[in-house]
T-cell receptor, first 119, second 113 residues
Framework: GAVVSQHPSWVICKSGTSVKIECRSL??????MFWYRQFPKQSLMLMAT?????????EQGVEKDKFLINHASLTLSTLTVTSAHPEDSSFYIC???????????????FGNGTRLTVT | QKEVEQNSGPLSVPEGAIASLNCTYS??????FFWYRQYSGKSPELIMS??SNGDKEDGRFTAQLNKASQYVSLLIRDSQPSDSATYLC?????????????WGLGTSLAVNP
């Protein structure tokens, strides 16, 4: 259970174009999804928290107009990198949690990631 | 002070040995603790969740939690070369409005055949 599917697994695009990445929770509903970015040999960096039916919450330093997040249903969140530039080349990973009752927090389950290369 | 600390390694162990990975955290009221494994170029995958003091075993993996000392560890028995990866410790703080998962920087493990 708790499978998160992310598509595409890799994409190459030209500078100035936009790229959309999809993240789906396959066997559970996710009111909240999390988008991470990871540069080579660096740690995971949370970019934004995607909330179903409302605006995403962006981390400090992440441009909300450049990284558009849409969470239109309980199983789908999308991240669009607009006007991509070579410095946006990175590994983008989405994640979601199965909500538990009580005080404990369930772990994040990750998609397989999308490797974006902007030429 | 970092909120979740791990030794970056690399930790090198021979095949068949026990690998011991440690993590300390600063938020004393934290309740939820996770270990993830991340292979190079791949996304993290969950290995263990632990919520109560003591040991939790799952196959070759044992997570140990000591809330009084604010540390959580992961033991890997009979280490295999396929265990070579970066191991990430993550903690869910129990207080505050901004309850994001807090990540350590990871420990690199190399299991030598």
């Amino acid at each position: 259970g708790a499978v998160v599917s992310q598509h595409p697994s890799w994409v190459i695009c030209k500078s100035g174009t936009s790229v959309k990445i999809e993240c789906r929770s396959l066997d559970f509903q996710a009111t909240t999804m999390f988008w991470y970015r990871q540069f080579p040999k660096q740690s995971l960096m949370l970019m934004a928290t995607s909330n179903e039916g409302s605006k995403a919450t962006y981390e400090q330093g992440v441009e909300k107009d450049k990284f558009l997040i849409n969470h239109a249903s309980l199983t789908l969140s999308t991240l669009t990198v607009t006007s991509a530039h070579p410095e946006d080349s990175s590994f983008y990973i989405c994640s979601a949690r199965v909500l538990l009752t009580g005080s404990y927090n369930s772990p994040l389950h990750f998609g397989n990631g999308t490797r974006l290369t902007v030429t | 002070q970092k909120e979740v600390e791990q030794n970056s390694g690399p930790l090198s162990v021979p095949e068949g040995a026990i690998a011991s990975l440690n993590c300390t955290y600063s938020d004393r009221v934290s309740q939820s603790f996770f270990w993830y494994r991340q292979y190079s170029g791949k996304s993290p995958e969950l290995i263990m969740s632990i919520y109560s003091n003591g040991d939790k075993e799952d196959g070759r993996f044992t997570a140990q939690l000591n809330k009084a000392s604010q540390y959580v560890s992961l033991l890997i028995r009979d280490s295999q070369p396929s265990d070579s990866a970066t191991y990430l410790c993550a903690v869910f703080p129990n207080a505050g409005n901004n309850r994001k998962l807090i990540w350590g920087l990871g420990t690199s493990l190399a299991v030598n055949p």
